[in-house]
């Protein structure tokens, strides 16, 4: 059964995180087309993220009580209706809305999906299965930004909606006809760990802390890249590229480096990975044609293939004493609370200050992110 379970929730996933890579390249230029000045880019991307801030703990909590499948398929339904609904807007208003709404969706999906995964990882290789099943994440957001581009090119944005949309609701079809309940050990034992419990934990502490700085300094990056892009001369179908060379670098590297977490000291992993992708945010505002923009893309791809293995590994090492989707929503909040607050920041600095300085804004951020997860974790 747990080869089914993996093989399902890798497919639905891909599904997804594809849709959501078709879009993310696009969707600021798509608020800038409604108006969004920088500061309302920021809401449109924090809103997402904040939604899931708020429902991923809860969700996670009940899903380790009443089960995993219903959530992933009630969120895949909501998924697949505010996928399409973007196509419909025409206020940024409207669009922040969709957002917020999209975000709660996913909760029910993502957080829960890797819980399940988890759960059924054996004790010892949980970064080589984790890092295995997060190249379905990545393999969906590099090959996303190209094809998104390429609708968009030769169609129009609506179409990139649409796909998205398809998307999700093959990955519900998956889920309703393929995934098997799961038999969770909180359920049996009718027992649940408290949040504050679990927060007093010195490594819980660290990660939380790490995941939600890192996050507010490189959540501005989705948003705002592709208007430096644009600024330098490089083409939506260029941007893509951008996009998709950086994700599909980290995909690749996700199992070999998470064998390498599984034998190695995973904090001072998490640590070496952090600190070059926040050292290459800093040349983002140096570059100055496609090219560059490229390696330096390279460089964030590689950081992040360091870290994330050993990082995910560590969350389901933790999951096993408290809960798993109680540990991975916690996880999950304290990343989509950087999310928010990132590109709220970060718009603000583009209005009052200028374009780079959200880059350099990226790079401090994930620094001081990085020192203090070594001082709780080590």
Request: no cysteine.
């Amino acid at each position: 059964m747990e080869k089914r379970v993996f093989k399902v929730l890798f497919l639905s996933t891909f599904a997804v995180m594809l849709g959501v890579g078709i879009i993310a390249p696009l969707m600021p230029i798509y608020a800038k087309h409604l108006g969004a000045t920088g500061i309302w880019l920021g809401i449109i991307f924090s809103g997402f993220s904040l939604s899931r801030a708020i429902f991923t703990p809860i969700i996670g909590k009940l899903s380790d009580l009443r089960g995993r499948k219903i959530f992933i398929s009630l969120g895949l339904l909501g998924y697949t209706f505010f996928s399409l609904s973007y196509a419909w807007v025409s206020l940024v208003y409207e669009l922040a809305l969709i957002r917020f709404l999209h975000g709660f969706t996913s909760s029910m999906v993502l957080p829960i999906a890797m819980a399940y995964i988890g759960e059924i990882s054996p004790r010892g290789k949980e970064g080589v299965y984790m890092g295995t099943f997060n190249l379905s994440l990545f393999l969906g957001m590099g090959a996303g930004p190209l094809i998104g581009g390429a609708l968009t090119h030769y169609f129009n944005i609506s179409a990139a909606f649409y796909a998205l949309g398809g998307l999700s609701a093959l990955a519900l079809a998956l889920v309703l006809f393929f995934l098997p309940e799961s038999n969770l050990p909180a359920r049996r034992n009718n027992k649940s760990i408290s949040f504050q419990k679990i927060l007093e934990n010195k490594l819980v502490k660290g990660i939380v802390i790490f995941r939600a700085i890192n996050a507010l300094g490189r959540g501005s990056i989705m948003a705002f890249l592709p208007l430096f892009a644009a600024s330098v001369g490089v083409g939506s179908l260029q941007v893509g590229l951008l996009i998709s060379v950086n994700i599909f670098l980290t995909a690749l590297l996700q199992k070999p480096l998470g064998r390498i977490a599984d034998k190695y000291n995973r904090v001072g992993l998490v640590i070496m990975g952090s600190i070059i992708g926040s050292l290459a945010l800093f040349l983002i505002p140096h570059t100055g044609n496609f090219v560059e923009l490229l390696e330096t893309s390279l460089i964030m791809g590689l950081g992040g293939a360091i870290s994330i293995p050993s990082a995910t590994a560590l969350v389901v090492g933790l999951g096993r004493d408290y809960g798993m989707g109680s540990v991975i929503g916690i996880f999950d909040t304290a990343m989509n609370l950087g999310l928010t607050g990132g590109p709220l920041i970060a718009g603000i600095l583009m209005d009052l200050i200028n374009l780079n300085s959200v880059f350099y804004f990226g790079g401090i951020a994930g620094i001081i992110g990085t020192i203090l997860f070594y001082w709780f974790a080590s």
